[in-house]
């Protein structure tokens, strides 16, 4: 158990369809990101939190894409208009910062788009 | 830029020892770390280097070479249950540690 979970854990949506995934913590954890997964490859930096503020944004989200964490725990990824190649695992992950700043992650979601 | 090299397929023998290599140049190193994937998961923590040799942890260890911008996996005593994904990653100083991720390394464990 990595102290976070992720809702849900498989999405099948259409071509234009807005999606939005859940990101929770169990217990708190003051930094959250987001990385996106395409098979093959390995995880890919989105953003990410330091509590409720976002601090850095990858060229790889497109204004189709939001997050927040209103609260500084949960924290939500919307896609708008989706397209087949957001097709990927979506994955949360937590740390609480300093100079270690092991991350933890949690199981993701997997996202098609047909 | 920034930038993490390693094998995309490996595969070892049960019993065996298996090294898996990886190569970065990045700006901003703040440590190096492996996780393992297994198929249909999401990356588990094994090491973190951040000063330059050996750490070990029981069947698992992992070097490291900051100048040679260098690291490496050691799995010994392999077991069938260690098939899965190795990932390389390099955390980034004054970014928010974020984790710049390699391709991963599939490592197959034969009987």
């Known amino acids: 158990d990595t102290g976070v979970s992720q809702d849900p854990r498989h999405k099948i949506t259409k071509r234009g369809q807005n999606v939005t995934f859940r990101c929770d913590p169990i217990?708190?954890?003051?930094?959250l990101y987001w990385y996106r997964q395409t098979l093959g490859q390995g995880p890919e930096f989105l953003t990410y939190f330091q509590n409720e503020a976002q601090l850095e944004k990858s060229r790889l989200l497109s204004d189709r894409f939001s997050a927040e964490r209103p609260k500084g725990s949960f924290s939500t990824l919307e896609i708008q208009r989706t397209e087949q190649g957001d097709s990927a695992m979506y994955l949360c992950?937590?740390?609480?910062?300093?100079?270690?700043?092991?991350?933890?992650f949690g199981p993701g979601t997997r996202l098609t788009v047909l | 830029g920034q930038n993490i090299d390693q094998p995309t397929e490996m595969t070892a023998t049960e019993g065996a020892i298996v090294q898996i290599n990886c190569t970065y140049q990045?700006?901003?190193?703040?440590?190096l770390f492996w996780y393992q994937q297994h198929a249909g998961e999401a990356p588990t923590f094994l090491s973190y280097n951040v000063l330059d040799g050996l750490e070990e942890k029981g069947r698992f260890s992992s070097f490291l070479s900051r100048s040679k911008g260098y690291s490496y996996l050691l799995l010994k005593e392999l077991q069938m249950k260690d098939s899965a994904s190795y990932l390389c990653?390099?955390?980034?100083?004054?970014?928010?540690?974020?984790?710049?991720f390699g391709q991963g390394t599939e490592l197959s464990v034969k009987p």
């Open positions: 217990s708190e954890h003051n930094r």
């Open positions: 990045t700006s901003g190193f703040n440590g």
């Open positions: 992950a937590l740390s609480y910062g300093g100079t270690y700043n092991e991350q933890f």
């Open positions: 990653a390099v955390g980034l100083r004054n970014q928010g540690g974020k984790l710049i």
